[in-house]
């Protein structure tokens, strides 16, 4: 079976939703829709209080090389233009707050076209017009991916259904409700690129979604591999692994060995931009944990507060501990349940005071555990110690910064040391000593 070096292989916990059917969340009365929803420089927003708008109209336009534009999720009215803290980072962002009028009246641009008429200029055009983004949690613009330099040619497209997070089932949900959808968006893509050699990776845990693509792949072209189920076979670099044997380089990209990877969410949203100009405005996530009473996949809008998703799923299992959005494994606590759903949200995980309790770290065993489970080849304990004893320098020169902040080492850890704590802090300082140079 297909795989990687080192991971690990953490409870799955996905039975609370992994048949439960995508239910539809009824319209939220208001939406907060931040213009930073992507790895790059966020969006400027082009509309003010009061401004009608309808579904799908472009609230805030792409303001660098790196950008998307932000769409309304609603019809109805824009209540705010307000500056606030970002629900993952902190940081200060500009939200755009839209009063919902119950209508989904949809934005005139958005109407049926025939993508065969298209040439590949115009789809990466299209799908970049919708703000398509990376939906597996990375949140990286589509359009970037699919613009690579001239002397980085692209011969393979990688679609990843492997949804390798414990608890997370939205991706099994959408490769089992929307094959034929997800097809097309794969096929959309590979003409973006003009490659002809396109996998759809899935972990064989989920033998379902495997039979349901590979029935609605036959006559195209386009593979399904099997990979085995091991955290995490879903990051870019140990997908490409265990499909195709290559190795990215220390510090470079998927397109350094001819490669694009690209989410199976994300290949439905760019069939949706594509077919039916319809802009990113909704996504599938999977709430869930055991902090919630009835777990559920929704389908939502961008921007909906996460208090109305739990409210949907019968509300909190008593007190809640805490809030994150993603998965266990790299998921990013929340402060509250007012935060919006955002485009790149695969997950709202709710833990009860039980499975949120921290346990004492304690000093390091060297029991080596750590090395042996990094996907990426590092020595996490080594990292830690020259982090630990500000050695930054140390830290970098064994490529701290090409950790992918997996947390396999931190899961295995007998002496519970938050190793990515550590890991994230010292990228961190590495990247602002080297903006500063
Ligand atoms: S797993 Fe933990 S205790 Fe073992 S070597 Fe690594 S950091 Fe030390
Ligand atoms: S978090 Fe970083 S150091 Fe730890 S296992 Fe993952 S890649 Fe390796």
Request: with cysteine; hydrophobic share 40%; proline share 8%.
């Amino acid at each position: 079976m297909l795989t990687f070096r080192g991971g690990v292989h953490p409870p799955e916990y996905k039975q609370a939703t992994e048949h439960k059917p995508v239910e539809t969340l009824p319209l939220p009365t208001r939406v907060s829709i931040p213009m930073s929803q992507h790895i790059g420089t966020p969006s400027k927003p082009v509309v003010a209080k009061g401004d009608v708008v309808r579904t799908g109209t472009l609230v805030g336009e792409p303001t660098g090389r790196v950008s998307v534009p932000t769409h309304a999720s609603v019809s109805g009215t824009v209540a705010d233009v307000v500056e606030q803290p970002h629900p993952l980072t902190a940081q200060k962002t500009v939200f755009v707050v839209i009063d919902s009028d119950g209508q989904d009246t949809p934005d005139e641009a958005i109407g049926e076209q025939d993508p065969a008429a298209l040439s590949p200029e115009q789809l990466v055009a299209a799908i970049r017009d919708a703000g398509v983004v990376g939906m597996g949690g990375a949140a990286f613009p589509t359009f970037f991916k699919l613009s690579p330099p001239r002397e980085k040619p692209i011969n393979t497209l990688l679609i990843n259904g492997c949804e390798c997070e414990p608890f997370l089932t939205a991706d099994h949900r959408v490769m089992l409700e929307q094959p034929a959808e997800l097809v097309e968006g794969t096929g959309l893509l590979a003409r973006a690129l003009g490659v002809d050699d396109v996998i759809i990776g899935i972990e064989n845990n989920k033998p379902d979604a495997i039979e349901a693509l590979a029935r609605a792949v036959a006559g195209t072209g386009i593979r399904v591999q099997g990979l085995k189920t091991k955290y995490p076979q879903g990051a870019e670099k140990q997908l490409i692994k265990a499909c195709l044997f290559r190795e990215v380089p220390s510090g470079g990209l998927p397109m350094d060995v001819g490669c694009v990877v690209q989410n199976v969410g994300t290949a439905v949203a760019v069939r949706d931009a594509v077919r039916f100009r319809r802009p990113l405005y909704e996504r599938v996530t999977t709430v869930t944990g055991p902090g919630v009473c009835d777990p559920k996949n929704l389908r939502v809008r961008v921007g909906t507060p996460v208090s109305e998703l739990i409210a949907a799923c019968g509300g909190y299992n008593g007190e809640p501990a805490k809030l994150i959005m993603g998965g266990p494994m790299m998921g990013i606590a929340v402060p509250d349940d007012t935060v919006p759903v955002l485009k790149g949200t695969s997950g709202v995980l709710v833990l009860d005071p039980a499975s949120a309790a921290e346990l004492e770290d304690c000093d390091c065993i060297r029991c080596g555990r750590c090395i042996k489970v990094c996907p990426m080849g590092l020595a996490p304990q080594r990292l830690y110690y020259h982090i630990r004893s500000r050695r930054l320098d140390d830290a970098e020169r064994e490529h701290v910064m090409g950790c992918i902040e997996c947390g396999c080492c931190a899961f295995g850890c007998p002496a519970q040391i938050r190793l990515v704590h550590h890991f994230k802090y010292a990228k961190s300082e590495v990247f602002a000593r080297r903006k500063k140079k």
